[in-house]
């Protein structure tokens, strides 16, 4: 099992001499780094870890028992924080912190950091060791001749049970590695020169940890065994929290995340360059970082983030290149390398916009308005300073719907890749379309329920309404899209919804600690839980929409339902509420529409075959070292994107390389899920009218 903690700075490799060094690191900094160091827990550590064993045993949502069925859990978890993919201890080093297991509880409670440290260091150790082997083995060249394989996944394997055993699987891994920088030119010595700077960077990232880091990692393990949205924010990180995000999302406007040796996309920021493009997606890997237009491609597999952010931010205006394996991609797929020119987010691109979509359906033209918001936002402090314009997501929909009501024959709310925001925009933003009434419950960790209430009477429109979501529509979204589901006040199309359930506090760890003043941190903690009207929850179900639309994405593999720690689906008491329609009787027709056009919609069928095609690569778990079989694979890889823009030219009418010819906006390539939406919209409207 994979462990993925966004604050973590866990590099699964390094490199390593046995003797210190000063090395160059990726931020050009210079800093001593010495193999030997082993680290100890400061003084004040104990204290802050029984405070917040204290705070999530009392106030946590789950009601905690840490117990040894839980100490366990942390166990397993830490161990795989930092070698999830079993590539550096060996079995003996695991038998032996296996004596730790059921203790984990007991140390909690009495402040004792000693285990964690250790295992930590005895990693160090074995880090170093393998990285004396592969810089060794790369003196000389892999023979790509001979049939083997290598197989990436060993999280369900053994530990190794000898360093011949561990240096066997190195081997493998390198020359996969290799094998893969082969395909895409290079020779020899640059593929030396590339996996010698890739390693050394492991070892510079895993030297350069302090006592700090590895409390943080603990606590964070511990934090996130409980739920995945419960973390502890050390000092450093609690004071530079907001300032990092903001940092992360200058240049190309992209939240990122470790993930193993790679750097995820987690969300594309709305009104940035990423978002503008269309080339970044959620779960893309960045693998490497060039500047300019023809700036040399550097290799970032395994910087940790903060290095990564460094390289990818940039003044407004400048080219950044990066080197990406597309979501859902194999081991062995070749990397595609994308342009984009940085730029800041700026809020009035992050606002609310409308369009309108023309539709043809039955020989009858429709106009679907369609208003996209990609957050929930409001402007607090000018609230509070009683400016009376204050921006809004409620107040800018309700003025763009009075601009589209009176031209347009439905209204499509854009939720796609909306991760949330304020609770109370989602409660307001649904009292436009719904007279008065609830919209969401509140259950906290006492049990009480609070309801969340439309209180204004008006109806900023009333016609046919549609809500579009995908799997990265979360928190707010799902509010929003449930309740206009729950009323039959309209449609839900698209993908399940992320599953985000859940509401967080952030507590202040000096208010327990005052003698160690700037030194305690805080704890995000769980505090309640979001519940439909009908007392369905929304957490790790999510919202299913209406009409399914054909996705790549497995629920299991991405939301959070794929985290184990997540709290679990359950129902409360519904609350009183009075439906507008019951849309039930439309859905079956409007399904059978919907397939029927997507069957012969050549974007749908892109989009199914590369669900087919992602399904067979999950089943896929070895990968030839053989060159020919490799580049056979690649070529046929190659030729279906060949094929498939070639195809998509010619319906754009755009012949040979005439890249910069606009794409007119009706297109059905432009956005084939939001033009199905407008099908669906039409359909729904006809069916209304039939009805009536």
Known sequence: MRFLIILLFIFITSSSCDVKSSETLADDTSVELDTNKVLQPKEYFPKIEMVITKILSRYHYRNVQINDSLSEIIFDNYIDALDYNKMYFLKTDVEKFRKYHDKIDDFLYDGVLDPPYEIFNVYKKRLNERMDYVFDRLKKEFDFTIDEYYEPDRSEKDWASTETELNELWRKRLKHEALNLKLTGKEWDKIVETLTKRYQNYQKAILRYKSEDVFDLFMNVFANAIDPHTAYFSPRESENFDIRMKLSLEGI????????????????????????????????????????????????????????????????????????????????????????VRDKVKLEERAAKKEIVEIEEEGRKFKIGVIKIPSFYIDFEAKRKGIEDYRSTTRDVKKLLNELKDSVDAVVIDLRNNGGGALDEAISLTGLFIKLGPVVQVRNSNG??????????????????????????????????????????????????????????????????????????ELKLTIAKFYRITGSSTQNMGVIPDIKFPTPIDPDEFGESSNPSALEWDRI???????????????????????????????????????????ENKKKKKYSLLESVRRAEKEKNDKKKKMREEARKKILGISGDDKDKKRPKNLKIDDPNLEETGHVMADFILLESEQQ
């Open 253 to 340: 406007g992209a939240l990122l995340q470790q993930d193993g040796d790679y750097t995820k996309v987690v969300r594309i920021i709305p009104g940035g360059p990423a978002y503008k493009s269309g080339l970044l997606h959620p779960d893309d890997k960045i693998v490497a970082v060039g500047q300019g237009e023809d700036g040399e491609l550097v290799d970032v597999i395994g910087w940790r983030i903060d290095d990564v952010v460094q390289k990818i931010r940039g003044k407004k205006g400048t080219i950044v290149r990066l080197a990406i394996i597309e979501a859902g991609s194999t081991a062995d797929v070749a990397t595609d390398t994308i342009s984009l």
């Open 448 to 521: 009480k329920i609070d309801i969340g209430k439309d209180t204004d009477p008006s109806i900023a429109y009333s016609g046919p309404l549609g809500v579009l979501v995908n799997r990265f529509s979360a928190s707010a979204s799902e509010i929003f899209s449930a309740a206009i589901q729950d009323y039959g006040r309209g449609l839900v199309l698209g993908e399940q919804t992320y599953g985000k359930g859940t509401v967080q506090n952030l507590i202040d760890l000096k208010r327990f600690l005052p003698a160690i003043d700037g030194k305690a941190g």
């Open 573 to 615: 008491s519904p609350t009183r509420y009075t439906k507008y329609a019951d849309l039930s009787p439309f859905i079956p027709k409007l399904t059978e529409e919907h397939e029927r056009r997507i069957k012969t919609e050549p974007e749908f069928q892109y989009i199914l075959e590369d669900i087919k095609e992602y399904k």
